[in-house]
T-cell receptor
Framework: NAGVTQTPKFQVLKTGQSMTLQCAQD?????MYWYRQDPGMGLRLIYY???????DKGEVPNGYNVSRLNKREFSLRLESAAPSQTSVYFC??????????????FGEGSRLTVL | QKEVEQNSGPLSVPEGAIASLNCTYS??????FFWYRQYSGKSPELIMS????GDKEDGRFTAQLNKASQYVSLLIRDSQPSDSATYLC???????????FGKGNQVVVIP
């Protein structure tokens, strides 16, 4: 059982380049999330999808776009990467969202460096 | 005020002692509270969830919730070197669909 799979695990970009982080879960979860983690800042929510067909902004959405391709897949796109987007990105999924029983299952993370 | 606050700096505890971590939150209607553990370079993993006021025990871990004071804590009894990690407090906000995380507290257990 793979759980939550993120690709790529490492990526180096130049300022202005674009890229997409892919995330897939095989747990039949309804909700999916993209967080970024920076030193001393904890996990900050970028975008989330409460269910297939819906997406909503989180705490730090500027500079990102998302697509909930189907129930399994939730991608995060950087259209024009900036050094401030250097971070570790985590995808997560949950059967019940943030409510009772709403445990998040995390992928292994994607380390992105923007030069 | 941030949605979830963990203000304590790194916590060093001797092996076998109790580690105590605190978390406050701002959303009075929050109903779900979680503690995640994150080892360096790894992803967070759930160690405790709590939904009702009072204490919840699971092995060496005890979560305590006080909704009136908007406060949740985690106690680690008989701390082991393997407990050395960063502990993240998470609280559901805006209904049921998303979690906000605190900045985390680093715990170092000294053999």
């Amino acid at each position: 059982n793979a759980g939550v799979t993120q690709t790529p695990k490492f990526q180096v970009l130049k300022t202005g380049q674009s890229m997409t982080l892919q995330c897939a879960q095989d747990m039949n979860h309804n909700s999916m999330y993209w967080y970024r983690q920076d030193p001393g800042m904890g996990l900050r929510l970028i975008y989330y999808s409460a269910s297939e067909g819906t997406t909503d902004k989180g705490e730090v959405p500027n500079g990102y776009n998302v697509s909930r391709l189907n129930k399994r897949e939730f991608s995060l796109r950087l259209e024009s990467a900036a050094p401030s987007q250097t971070s570790v990105y985590f995808c997560a999924s949950s059967e019940l969202g943030g409510g009772v029983g709403g445990e998040l299952f995390f992928g292994e993370g994607s380390r992105l460096t923007v030069l | 005020q941030k949605e979830v606050e963990q203000n304590s700096g790194p916590l060093s505890v001797p092996e076998g002692a109790i580690a105590s971590l605190n978390c406050t939150y701002s959303d009075r209607v929050s109903q779900s509270f979680f503690w995640y553990r994150q080892y360096s370079g790894k992803s967070p993993e759930l160690i405790m969830s709590i939904y009702s006021n009072g204490d919840k025990e699971d092995g060496r871990f005890t979560a305590q919730l006080n909704k009136a004071s908007q406060y949740v804590s985690l106690l680690i009894r008989d701390s082991q070197p393997s407990d050395s990690a960063t502990y993240l407090c998470a609280v559901n906000i805006d209904g049921n669909n998303r979690l906000a995380f605190g900045k985390g507290n680093q715990v170092v257990v000294i053999p």
